[in-house]
């Protein structure tokens, strides 16, 4: 058990909704991309995946 009393089990759960949440933010929706963010650049928002023709990074 943990200091707000969850079982190890409860606990994974939570952190594991918590991860996939968080990879999902970071995620670009645009239906023809699905490439992290890390894969477009900031300021004009292109993405750096050679074959993507997405042209803008959606959150």
Not at 7 to 19: D, F, L, W
Not at 29 to 38: A, I, V
């Amino acid at each position: 058990m943990d200091k707000k009393g969850y079982s190890k089990e409860k606990a994974n759960s939570i952190a594991q909704s918590v991860v996939t949440r968080e990879a999902q933010r970071r995620i670009c929706k645009n239906e023809r991309c699905k490439h992290f963010s890390h894969d477009h650049i900031r300021n004009s928002e292109t993405c750096l995946v050679i074959d993507c023709d997405c042209a803008k990074f959606s959150s």
